[in-house]
């Protein structure tokens, strides 16, 4: 049996997977949100094989998170985020939140994130109301939004709780 094409999925998240689902694309972009720019720095922050580097390279600029920038005079070129890249960041930070709770051994977080301007630690971004108060997966509801066909539309309606007995709480 063929692999799934998530790429041809209707759902914005399955194509996002198809990006940053294998298993180096997320930390090839940890590098890029840490300074790195150079094959040569990826390839050496990361240990990684510099065939499936230069394939991953190759996907996130495709798929425009990086850009192949020649640098003026000529020099090697770089990879820089892109605007697409940089709105990654977020997330970056809540998986990176999350590993850091659930997947540190007893020394703690190899690296900590900080704030250039004020010194402190950059906190994952939290769910929150308007009015501040915290909001949690028992807050739920799904909608079926503007490009939900008709599967979608009827699994929600225009109810859309999820969270009850037997439902699923995921796009």
């Known amino acids: 049996m063929p ?9 914005p998240v399955a194509r996002s997977m198809a990006v940053l689902g294998e298993r180096w694309a997320i930390l090839v972009l940890r590098e890029a949100f840490y300074g790195s720019t150079r094959f040569d720095e990826f390839e050496r922050n990361l240990g990684i094989a510099p065939n499936i580097l230069s394939a991953r390279l190759k996907t996130l600029v495709a798929h425009g998170l990086l850009a192949r ?3 003026e005079g000529g020099a090697r ?3 820089q985020l892109t605007d697409k890249g940089r709105d990654f960041f977020p ?3 809540a998986l990176k939140a999350w590993a850091d709770r659930w997947m540190t051994d007893e020394k703690g977080p190899l690296t900590l994130l900080q704030d250039r301007r ?3 630690e950059i906190a994952e971004p939290a ?3 308007a009015d501040g108060s915290a909001i949690t997966l028992d807050d739920l509801r799904v909608l079926p939004g503007p490009g939900a066909g008709r ?3 009827q ?17």
Not at 3 to 11: A, E, G, Q, V
Not at 162 to 169: H, Q
């Open 3 to 11: 692999p799934t094409d998530f790429t041809s999925m209707p759902c």
């Open 69 to 71: 920038v020649t640098p």
């Open 77 to 79: 070129h770089v990879y």
């Open 91 to 93: 997330a970056y930070v």
């Open 118 to 120: 004020t010194g402190a």
């Open 127 to 129: 769910l929150a109301r």
């Open 151 to 153: 599967f979608l539309r």
């Open 155 to 171: 699994r929600f309606g225009e109810a859309g709780t999820v969270g009850e007995p037997g439902e699923a709480r995921h796009d």
